[in-house]
Structure formats: C-alpha cells, structure tokens
C-alpha cells in the first residue's frame, strides 16, 4: 500500500503594535520589546477548535467549494498554545501550500485581529517540533542581551556623520 | 480468544505518546497580554520541553528491545537471544529482558553420545597436540596435514614432540610460541601456507590472509587469485565510504599482493635489471636507486610494448635487493621472467619468493598517516631522521603536500603492548626544520628517512624469523597487563618483548599508502589499527569506489587491453548471458536495440571484437561510411565450400563480422583486439593518421585496435552504467546525435555509476584512438545498454 504523506505546518500568531496602540512607541526601542510586543500571548477565544473553523472558513471564502473539498477537509490541529501562540497544523501533502496561503489571508479569529505566518514545513511532526526547539532557544538568547543602548548609538553615530556632509562640494555634473 | 485488555492498553499508549501538553494560560486573563521576559522565558522553557517529551513517548511507545538502541553497526544477528553479543553496558538490561519473554531463552543444548563424543574428544586431543608442539619449538610437517586419519595424525604430532624436547634449542624451527615462521622460497616457489590445523582443510585451495577470521564476521569475501579476500563489510557502506575518505581513513588487508626480492650482488646488472622492467630508458633516478622512492607505474617484461600492469617496486642499492610487488594474476609471468634473468647473471645473484612472507596493510584517505601513527611505535634509538619525518607526517592533515614514491622505514614495537591507540608527539617547535623544509626535501628526493637496519631485516629471510623471536601470544600479554595496574596503557615493552618489527610505509597513489611488515605481525598491528576511531576497514570494492570517485580506473575492470582485464570482461559477459537465459520468454524484450541481435553485438559486456572488426572491415572494404549506407546489401557467392563476401554496404561488414573467428585456422592464440595506444609503434601511429593499411581477412581478425582511455561526465542528467556503448559528436559545430546503429559505436564505458563526490553521473571508458580524425570537439554521446535515448557528455584522456 502507498504511503499517504503529511505535511506538518508549524506556525505562529503575531502581534504588531498599530498606529492607535500603546506599544507602538516603545516598540523599536530594543530587541527585547520589540519581540516581546510582537510573541504576545493568545486571548482565550483563540483555541485549537475556533482556529480550525477558521482556517476551514478562509478557504471556503479564497477557494470555493473545490479548495474546502480537498484541502479543507483534511486539516486538523495537532498543537496549539496560547501561551506562545505556536502551533503545528497537519494536512496532505498536496494541499499545503492552499493551508498556508489561507493561514496568511486569515485576519480575524472571533473579533480579535490576527496575523499568522508560517514558520516551518516538515513531512514528520519531530523535524517540526525539533525546528520550533530550535527556534525558541534562539529567542531565548536574545531576550537575554541587553539592547536597549543599541539605538541610541546607532541614532548618534548617524547625527555626527550628518554634520560631516556639511563641508561636501557640489557635483558638477548634476547640472 | 486473545485478551482485550492488551490491545486496549497499547492503543492508549499509542494515543497518549502523541499528544503533545501545552502550559495552561490562567483563566482570568482572557485578553492578549505582553509577557516580562522572565514569564516568556518560562513559557518557551515549558513548550520546548513538552516538545521533547513528546518525542520521547513516541520512541517507546513501541516495544523495543535494549539492542534497538544500538547503531546500526553494532547490531549483531544472534544479540537477541545471545546476550554476549551485546556491548557489556547494556548486557544487564538485555537478561532482564530475556527472562521476562519465553522466546528469549534459547533452547537447551543437546548432549552428545557414543561416537559423536568420541570425535570431539579426539578432535580436541589433536588440537592440543598441535599446541604443545607450537609451545616446545616445532611446526607439524606433511604428514600430520596429509589425508590420513585423525588418531595417525596425533602420533605423527606426539613423535615430533618428543624429538624436539630432546634437542636443543637453535635446531629448533620455531624461535616463539605462536607458531609464526618464515615461509620463503629461495629460488623456487614458496610451498603454500598451511595455517592453524583446525582450518586447514579450508585453505586447500585459497590461501587465508593473516586477518582471515577477523574478516570472516564482518566482511563478505571472495576467492580469487588463490587467496580469500575481503569483498565489502556486510553493512551497506557506500556513502559512509565516500564520506570517510574525504575526511578520516580507510584500512585494507593487502597481503594477497605478492611480493618478489631479487638480489643481485653485481651492480651493472642490477642496474640493468631495472632499466629492463621499469620504464626508464637510459637513467634511473637516485633517490629510487638509493631507496627513499619507490617506483609505482606500468611493469615492463622485456620490451616497451609488453606492459603487464602496474607494480610498485622498491630498490635499494646499498643492500643490493629489489622488491616488486604486484598483482597476484601478474604474479606467475612476472616471477617467471625475473627467474630466467636472474639465472643468466655472472654475479651471485638469487630471486626470493615472498608471497607468504610478507604482507601489507593499505590505507587510504586523508587521515592515514596520523591514524596508523597512533598504532605504530618507533624504536627511539635508531636513526633520527626518520623519526623526525614519520613525526612531521603524523602532525599534518594534508596527505597532498608529499610525493607519490615517499618511503620511510623503521622499526617498531610490538603493537598489543599499547591499549589505546595513543598520539605521536608532535615535532619540535623549531625555526630550522618546518614542514616546508620537510616538502621541499622530499620533493627533491634528498631526505633520508630510510633506516637501512629495518630495511636489511626486512627484505632477508634471517631479519624476518628474528623478529619473530620471543613473539607473545594473546594470553601471555594479557599476564602482562594484569601485572600492572588496569590504568596503565602500555607494558614496558624493551623487558616484556624486545621484538622488534621492521616496516617499510611507502605512498603508492594520489592518497593511498601501503604499510609492509613480515606476514605474521600484520594481525597484531591490523588489530590495534581498527580499534583508532578515525578508521573504517574496507574491501575491494571500496578500493574500485574510491578509485572511480577520483576518476581512475581500476585494475582489472578497467583494462580490457590486458589479460586480466579481458579475462573479468568474458567472465562478465558469461554471467550475463546465462542470468539472461535464465528468464522466461514473456518477459524478455528483443525489440530492445542490443537484444535483437546478441550474437552480433553482445549486449552482456563490452564487445571489442565487434568493434574492431567493423573498423577494420571498413577499412577493407575501401569504401567509406557514407558510401557503405548508402548501397544495398549483396547477395553471399559460394565458392568450392569457402563462402564470399562482397563488402559493399554496411550489411554486410556486420555480417562478415559475425564469422571472422572461424575463419582463422592458425595454432597461436588470437591476441586480445584492443591494445593501448603507445606512439612508437608504427600501426598504431598510422592508425591515428588514418593512413593505416589491412589487406585481408585474417589480418582483420590479427590486428588490435588502438585505444585510449578517458574519463566521462554527464553534461546533464542522466546515468551511465557498466558496459554503456560510446559514440563521436561529429565533426561540425555542434555536437550531433549520432544514428542509432552498432556499426557507428566508438568505444565502450568500463565502469559507470554515480558519482557521489561529483554530484553526476561519471564513467572510465576506452574509444579508438583516432579522436582527432572523427570528431573535433571533446563531447561524446552515451547510450544505456537497452536503451534507446543518448546522454551528452564530455570527456578527457587519462
């Protein structure tokens, strides 16, 4: 009998902050804030059952009753935390790529703003799960630096070079 | 009925191991919320960690028993019911195991009665015999291995043991108590090795190498040549192969190469003897004469056209010995040769045969020098220089940087008085001396890392027996080291066992290096060599794997031009042909191009004398290609029971090709029809003018085509394998995919497959020498055998 493949899609929630919100003008003061606005965790109305009745709704809307027959059908949540607002979807392989982009044209889940991005794609859930490991260790150790002086400098270094430009002569061939 | 409750729990395991947990949010906070970092920190801990544990209860949800957590290449067959098998780490698991499943328990042994024990007992009786005559100095002679029973070979075994505990000790033939002796035929041929009693009627017909039984659980092997050697080890090797010697090293047992030592006291004709079989003409170089390079190219009996195969060959005039090494097919002509000059020669001049008394061990790949060097370990009070060399090569990564000819001898300690492989000391930092000044002195053949005692002991029956003086036996060191503390790594080896070996390491290819000790210290030091990490042993078709990596061809599959080559080309065409006569009629394909018709151009192998006859019939007939397809095939005139042939059209040159070897009716041999093309001789040099002549049929069926030998890479994709027909591009512009018919077929590829180091399909093949005269740019076109599709590819002489 052949094999019937899988593909595993691990993804996230993201939040950035819009213009009328309160993080928005601390949000490009260090890494640490910017990743913290950005991983925040899921309210409650976000759960496995709501997402896959979303995702099911996307593509019934973006690709007809053909997309939700086949690739529809053959979703489900294999893991979803609203802690970390991570998760991982299986669906066949031949219908993945329908699941992602409806995952990316996904922009409210139960009245709450959502931007989902897929991170990883595997044939096994254990190369996802060891990917996500991966990833959050990664996190981990830049939350952990220090960065806020980072900008400060970068802004600084940019003002003396500003005043240099003062002396420049004129192009001649601008003309 | 089987119980329920069993499958139940296995489904829930099952279920459970795939659920993954995820870190419950509190209840109250139903908005989404920006974490500190010390919560985030906590949150992504958790997940990671459920993450693993999923992994985990997926592993063994499913039963596994202790040996499935081994890799692949520590699973031995029987480790599931022979807990001894196992690594003893594990073995306590393993028994637990056991005693829980009534399968694991094996079944009680059968004790044996009557006459069944009685054999046993004598057969031990013998074997102990042949121990205690090993222990008092002796060796069984013919009649304990003739065809006599078993109770008159242990009184042949007892009266030879009496007469040796009465005589003393330097008429003995033994100088140890392991058996190992000097088997050397001084001007004849060396009698065959007999081995350990228990085996011997194994090794009747094929020698066993000295590693024969360490081998045997691990390798496949095969007879050839007169001995049994080791094929492929058992596990599927291939890109672990390809990857080891990129980077680490591969071992080899190479005693089935057989050596020859011809010692000539004069040195005229010593020098003359060289000049004969190598392929200097008139001078031959100081540093081969004096014996710091060994010479690693074509073997010449007699004159420049009469090329056997490749050989290595180490001079040293200083001791007046010659050592050739070569091929064990090449081994007959080659010493007959040798034989008949030697005997001709005025000064005291002798040929030794040393097939069964020196071995080697090959190792190939990057890291060969620093890996045997942790195994190796000089003699210090010898002479510097080569200690200082041998230290420089065992520090460096980069086996590039030495010459092909590189040889350094010395001597060395027993390896089994070492543990652990342990690393040589790094040379002396020292301003003087670098690497660079090591490259560069070798390079111009003047650094002596030659140590002549090692040498003289080697190359002489007397130095070869007295280094097998006092040689420890497995049990007696093992006495040793229980002596001294179990943290220690070695035994003080100048009390314990003063032998000392002589081994002569020379490089041989573009990464391959050859080691030479006497026959019965390769084990020791073969073992000791395979405990170091960075070694994987190999066979002979790793050596075919790494020689087709680096695009080079192979003896014998390469070299259809020589006899052994020829031979291994027929033999595979047998095989074939029977493997293909073997299948039912419905599920044969002659609509396939070969297969239509096979006695015309044999679709089981390489078929050169079909490709020589075209050529030369074409050049028969004086008619060319485009006049020849263009007439319509004559009809056969018989004349007096002698059929006639008009050559007129491509018909019939195909045909007339098919009965050629009935017409010659000389007694000689036909030679081989393909020949490697060499400038000087007058044929071959007209052939690639294309000014060439043949005046009848049987000079047709006389003459060998010249050829080349190339290597092929696919352009794109597509595969090549064994066998694949090759044919020119054209002469215009472009490449032009040639008509699909035998009679345009340029040459054959030898050896086609993957290759895994060039990411393509690769191959080494042989075309007609006169490339310049049918195609003007270096393309090739391949077609599969069978196949009806042509893969461009380009090519170049090796």
């Known amino acids: ?175 | 009925m089987p119980p329920k409750g069993n499958i139940n729990a296995k489904k829930a395991k099952l279920y459970n191991s795939r659920t993954i947990r995820t870190q419950l949010s509190d209840p109250s906070f139903t908005e989404k919320e920006k974490l500190n970092i010390a919560d985030f920190l906590r949150a992504r801990e958790f997940e990671i960690s459920s993450f693993e544990r999923s992994q985990l209860n997926t592993k063994y949800a499913s039963s596994t028993r202790v040996f499935q957590n081994l890799p692949r290449t520590m699973r031995r067959r029987t480790a599931s019911h022979n807990v001894k098998r196992i690594p003893s780490r594990l073995r306590s698991r393993a028994l637990r195991e056991m005693q829980n499943s009534t399968n694991g328990v094996p079944p009680k042994k059968k004790r044996s009665r009557g006459r069944q024990i009685y054999e046993l007992q004598v057969r031990r009786k013998l074997l102990k015999c042949s121990s205690l005559l090993k222990k008092v100095g002796g060796l069984p002679n013919d009649k304990v291995y003739g065809n006599s029973n078993i109770r008159s070979k242990i009184q042949e075994l007892t009266k030879q043991i009496k007469e040796l505990e009465s005589s003393d000790k330097e008429r003995k033939p033994l100088n140890n108590e392991v058996g190992s002796y000097d088997n050397t035929g001084i001007n004849a041929y060396a009698s065959r090795p007999r081995g350990n009693i228990k085996y011997y009627k194994r090794q009747k017909e094929n020698v066993w190498l000295p590693t024969h039984i360490w081998h045997a659980k691990r390798f496949h092997l095969i007879k050839q040549h007169g001995y049994q050697i080791p094929q492929s080890p058992t596990q599927k090797c291939f890109k672990s192969m390809n990857r080891q010697n990129k980077k680490g090293a591969v071992i080899f047992d190479t005693s089935y190469y057989d050596t020859i030592i011809v010692e000539i006291k004069g040195e005229e004709e010593y020098k003359s003897l060289l000049l004969n079989i190598t392929k200097y003409k008139k001078r031959l170089p100081d540093s081969f004469l004096n014996g710091t390079k060994t010479y690693n190219n074509w073997i010449y009996l007699g004159d420049e056209t009469n090329k056997v195969g490749k050989a290595m060959i180490y001079s040293n005039l200083s001791i007046n010995k010659i050592l050739v090494r070569v091929y064990p097919s090449l081994f007959l002509s080659v010493f007959e040769y040798l034989k008949s000059k030697v005997q001709n020669y005025f000064s005291e001049s002798n040929i030794y045969d040393c097939r069964y008394s020196l071995g080697s061990i090959d190792l190939c790949g990057p890291q060969a020098i620093p890996a045997i060097s942790k195994v190796l370990h000089i003699v210090k009070d010898q002479n510097p220089a080569s200690l200082k060399v041998w230290k420089f090569l065992a520090s460096s990564n980069d086996s590039g940087i030495v010459p092909v000819g590189t040889t350094i001898a010395f001597e060395i300690w027993d390896p089994r008085l070492w543990k652990k492989p342990t690393r040589v000391p790094p040379p002396q930092m020292n301003t003087e001396f670098t690497i660079n000044d090591l490259v560069v002195s070798l390079n111009e053949g003047n650094c002596d890392g030659i140590n002549k005692t090692s040498i003289e002991h080697l190359l002489s029956s007397e130095g070869r027996t007295a280094s097998y003086k006092d040689q420890l036996s497995i049990k007696a060191i093992s006495k040793e080291f229980n002596k001294v503390s179990p943290l220690t790594n070695s035994i003080q080896h100048k009390e314990v066992a003063p032998s000392r070996i002589p081994v002569l390491v020379s490089k041989i290819g573009q990464n391959k290096w050859t080691i030479i000790v006497p026959w019965y210290w390769v084990l020791p030091i073969w073992i000791s060599a395979v405990h170091v990490r960075q070694v994987l042993p190999g066979g002979l078709k790793q050596l075919h794997q790494f020689n087709f990596e680096s695009l080079n061809p192979t003896f014998p599959h390469d070299f259809p031009f020589l006899a052994d080559g020829w031979f291994a080309n027929e033999a595979l065409g047998k095989l074939n042909e029977a493997k293909y006569s073997k299948l039912k009629k419905s599920s044969v394909n002659t609509a396939r191009p070969d297969f239509e018709d096979p006695d015309l151009f044999s679709p089981f192998n390489c078929d050169w004398t079909a490709i020589r006859n075209f050529v030369f019939l074409r050049k028969l007939s004086k008619k060319s290609v485009e006049d020849l397809a263009k007439n319509e095939p004559t009809y056969v005139r018989h004349i007096e029971e002698t059929v006639h042939r008009e050559l007129n059209s491509l018909h019939d040159i195909k045909q007339q090709s098919k009965e050629i070897s009935n017409i010659y009716t000389g007694t000689t041999p036909l030679p081989i029809p393909i020949a490697l093309y060499n400038k000087n001789i007058e044929f071959h040099a007209a052939f690639v003018a294309g000014s060439y002549e043949i005046e009848n049929l049987v000079a047709v069926a006389n003459k060998q085509l010249p050829v080349i030998q190339i290597a092929i890479e696919l352009v794109n994709k597509g595969t090549i394998s064994d066998g694949a027909r090759l044919y020119f591009a054209g002469t215009g512009a472009e490449p032009i995919p040639p008509k699909l018919d035998h009679f345009y077929t340029a040459g054959f590829a030898t050896s086609g497959a993957y290759n895994l180091s060039e990411g393509h399909a690769t191959a080494i093949g042989l075309i007609r020498a006169d490339v310049k005269l049918q195609s003007n740019h270096n393309f090739l076109f391949i077609r599969n055998i069978g196949k009806t599709t042509f893969h461009l590819a380009k090519f170049h002489e090796i």
């Open chain 1, 1 to 175: 009998m052949v094999r019937l493949k899988q593909r595993y899609i691990l993804f996230d929630i993201i939040y950035p902050p819009t213009a009328d919100s309160v993080e928005f003008s601390s949000f490009s003061t260090s890494h640490s804030n910017a990743l913290l606005t950005l991983h925040q965790t899921s309210p409650a109305s976000i759960s496995p059952k709501t997402l896959i009745q979303a995702i099911r709704r996307t593509i019934q809307d973006n690709y007809g009753d053909f997309g939700a027959g086949t690739a529809g059908l053959s979703v489900s949540i294999k893991y979803f935390s609203n802690k970390t607002s991570t998760g991982i979807i299986r669906c066949g392989r031949s219908s993945f790529q329908t699941v992602i982009s409806a995952l990316t044209l996904m922009d409210k889940i139960e009245s709450s703003n959502v931007l989902i991005r897929c991170i990883h794609v595997s044939g096994t859930i254990k190369k996802c799960e060891e990917y996500s490991i991966k990833r959050s260790r990664e996190l981990m150790r830049l939350l952990s630096k220090d960065t806020s002086t980072i900008k400060d400098s970068l802004v600084s270094s940019l003002q003396t070079e500003a005043g240099d430009f003062e002396n420049v002569e004129r192009d001649e061939d601008i003309e």
